[in-house]
């Protein structure tokens, strides 16, 4: 089963409140057969024994990274590829995307029948996504069906035929979720957040595409970028599962090893442009107003992550309460932080009252800046977070994916074993100095009534 999240479906605000992360995109099992005992062994492990279990290695040029989970009966990984946004144009948005996910329909060696053949029969997959900073082919396989999976695997990153009716397939599948985005007022408030916060800038290059961009890209398109993409210097691959390090060695520097190299190199990203408040207002005929506050927020690798990790739950925490338990002015009125390279933070409201609720969680944001909260609401965080980090760290497809994030954006994987630890550092004088920080110049997009809208309280400016 393929699994691929899309930077703009966000059902969680549904649900009773939880502080989510990770927006990019990762394919794998839906289900992973996992030992009982490995995740309770991996949890009693220092930090010290976690990173003796990665081996590293570089082959052309291209960085590999194996995390050996003894006991598992599956292996999950990830060919990634380096950029994101930063590889497109307005001319070439999602084509990308559109190349992995036409890789997966049929390759040289397994055309498309052929292909559905070897994975039904494994029970094994792959898959494709994209996000703003990164994409990734992905593969899942029982660990007796590895070696038969990861053929399938480098044949789709190597050899993809592009036939035009497997690219029409991909094509049709990308077409009705771009369609789709803007029939739900809450992906249409998330396109309208990304015009307005990433105008000129990397970001607003859609790796999903656009209508007109992903129905004119021709096989050919997706041949020539295929071939700029697969060079060893844009990829990064993770592997995680009970597999030996040098036994896979052997296998990339057959295949993917053999990849020319390439210069690739990154750029660093443009700041985001939060210089000042503002209200961007789309009219809809809507029972509600859908509306979301954007600011700043540090990035994965930025050491104030961490505290504005557990400010962003504790301000989650008070708007959910003053909105709608005290005042059931909205069902989920929430508070979120991304994890993107260039990184946002926003507070989420859908509200007949817009200018109430607004009021209630700006205030909140007041209260944040200014007041220091309890040593005993850090340490609950604390908790809340590493109940999240062992349920999310589960599967062998979870920790490659958290592993390739804090690689490429996260400043090295290493950090990926280190998060519950210096959350539990965080003080409440860091929580309120990250607040004062960044929780300002709030950037608000609305979807609904205008005369609903009173800017003045929108455009409430906190003390520096």
Known sequence: MKIVIKKHLNFSRFLLPVLLILTFAF?????????????????????QDQIALVSEFDINGMKVIVKRRPNMSTV????????????????????????????????????????????????????AGSNNDFSVLSIASTRKDFDKMWEVFTDAALNPTFLPDDVERARARILTGLREQETNSDNFLNILQDRVIYANHPYANDVNGTLT??????????????????????????????IDANELKKKVEATLGKLPRGTYKEEAYPALDFSKPTVDITERALPTNYIKGVFNAPSLSNPDYYAMRVAIAVLQSRVYSEVRLKRQLS????????????????????????????????????????QLINDKAVSGIAGHFLTLYYMDQ?????????????????????????????????TPEQVRTVSQKYMKNIRFIVIGDPAAVNKEVFLRKFGE
Do not use: C
């Open 27 to 47: 394919a794998g099992f839906a289900q992973e057969m996992q030992s009982s005992g490995a995740p309770q062994e991996e949890k009693k492990a220092s930090l």
């Open 394 to 426: 589960e599967t062998n497809a979870a920790q490659a994916r958290e592993l390739g994030k804090y690689e490429l954006i996260g400043g090295g994987w290493r950090n990926a074993f280190t998060f519950l630890d210096k959350v539990k550092e965080v």
């Open 76 to 127: 999950a990984g990830g060919l990634f590829v380096r950029g994101g946004s930063r590889n497109l144009s307005p001319q070439t948005a999602g084509i990308e995307s559109l190349t992995l996910e036409s890789a997966t329909e049929g390759t040289k060696k397994y055309p498309r029948e052929a292909l559905r053949r070897a994975t039904a029969s494994t029970g094994g997959s792959i898959g």
């Open 331 to 370: 069902y989920a009125p929430n508070a979120e932080l991304d994890s993107n390279g260039a990184n946002t933070a926003n507070i989420y409201v859908t509200t007949e009252d817009a200018n109430q609720s607004v009021d209630v969680m700006l205030g909140e944001v007041e209260n944040m800046r200014t």
């Open 213 to 242: 961009t992903i129905a004119a890209f021709k096989p050919a398109d997706l041949k020539a970028y295929h071939k700029k993409m697969m060079e060893t210097s844009r990829l990064l691959l993770v592997v995680v599962g009970d």
